[in-house]
């Protein structure tokens, strides 16, 4: 069960994702955004433009969503 909830391509250099979203406090965006970097450069699969799809997607609503919430261009943290 462990393998198929935290495959192979999801650790890397004795990290696992959900260690560096929990170290860097990412919000679900963030994670997909990360996730589907990972799996694009990891993964090998034939929907590797699928997943820079899926990045630009949850970017776009990070970039929504902070807006909503006060952000402004330019601004950090």
Same mark, same amino acid.
């Given at each position: 069960m462990d393998n198929?909830?935290?495959p192979s391509y999801?650790?890397?250099k004795g990290m696992e994702l959900? %260690?560096?979203m929990l170290?860097? %406090?990412c919000n679900f965006?963030?994670?997909n955004v990360?996730?589907?970097a990972i799996r694009y450069s990891q993964k090998n699969e034939?929907?590797?433009i699928k997943a820079l799809r899926k990045i630009v997607w949850y970017a776009n609503r990070?970039?929504?969503h902070e807006l909503e919430n006060g952000k402004r261009d330019g601004q950090t943290y």
């Open positions: 198929e909830i935290s999801y650790k890397g959900c %260690d560096i170290a860097f %406090d965006f963030m994670g990360i996730k589907y034939k929907g590797g990070l970039i929504e």
